[in-house]
């Protein structure tokens, strides 16, 4: 079974298990750190079931937002679940093949997804081009224990295991994306969120 597969089978039973509860917590302390135009439009990576987006759009009453999920039953989920379809809109796709236009987005969303992609750089560098300047990423994520030294971690869960990054990997893998990091702040145990900002030139 690859990842996707695994993602399909998981979505439609996905918001009553554990984990989805853990990571609305992890939302809520996520949306402490962010601030937003009155207008904004964010992208959300790996969306899931959309309860990230769906919280942003309720926070904010005239944000819109789209989210993009590389598995077709999330999307689904998503798009049936939402009571905020004339705001947001789900798609289905790669996030290393998203074709979204040029500085887009005033905020970028990734909230325990970046853990699954084999390619961490490629993924910053589809996702550094389509914010605005003034726009920042919020990678949101679980990190290596502090004990273990290690600034890159692999663990066998889930099919093709996934990849734990520390503070420092993730500014050093920023600024080869043309990323600037702005701050690092532990939300929930050891979820860590990390906010960039695109490096001006
Ligand atoms: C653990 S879920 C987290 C969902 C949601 N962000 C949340 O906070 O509840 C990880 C999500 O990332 C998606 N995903 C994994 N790899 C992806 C990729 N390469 N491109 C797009 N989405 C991906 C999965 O389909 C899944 O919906």
């Known amino acids: 079974m690859d990842k996707r597969d695994f993602f399909d089978l998981w979505a439609p039973i996905y918001d009553a298990l554990l984990p989805s509860v853990f990571y609305q917590a992890v939302h809520i302390r996520l949306l402490e750190f962010v601030t937003l135009p009155l207008h904004a439009h964010v992208l959300d990576i790996g969306c899931g079931t959309?309860?990230?987006?769906?919280?942003?759009?309720?926070?904010?009453?005239?944000?819109?937002?789209?989210?993009l999920d590389f598995s077709p039953a999330m999307v689904t989920q998503a798009r049936q679940r939402?009571?905020?379809?004339?705001?947001?809109?789900?798609?289905?796709?790669?996030?290393t093949d998203a074709q979204f236009a040029?500085?887009?987005?005033?905020?970028?969303?990734?909230?325990?997804?970046?853990?699954h992609y084999p390619e961490p750089l490629a993924a910053l560098q589809a996702i550094?081009?389509?914010?605005?300047?003034?726009?920042?990423?919020?990678?949101?994520?679980?990190?290596?224990?502090?004990?273990?030294?290690?600034?890159?971690?692999?663990?066998?869960?889930?099919?093709?295991?996934?990849?734990?990054?520390?503070a420092a990997a993730r500014?050093?893998?920023?600024?080869?994306?043309?990323?600037?990091?702005?701050?690092?702040?532990?939300?929930?145990?050891?979820?860590?969120?990390t906010q960039f900002s695109p490096q001006l030139l």
């Open 102 to 115: 040029f500085q887009t987005f005033d905020a970028v969303f990734c909230c325990i997804s970046f853990l």
């Open 50 to 67: 959309g309860k990230l987006l769906n919280r942003v759009v309720q926070h904010w009453p005239m944000v819109t937002g789209t989210g």
């Open 171 to 193: 500014t050093t893998l920023g600024a080869q994306a043309g990323l600037r990091c702005d701050r690092h702040a532990y939300l929930l145990g050891p979820v860590m969120m």
């Open 128 to 166: 550094a081009p389509v914010l605005k300047p003034s726009g920042h990423f919020y990678l949101v994520d679980f990190t290596p224990p502090p004990w273990s030294g290690q600034d890159i971690a692999h663990r066998g869960i889930s099919p093709a295991g996934v990849t734990f990054y520390s």
């Open 82 to 95: 939402t009571p905020y379809a004339d705001r947001l809109q789900f798609v289905e796709g790669n996030v």
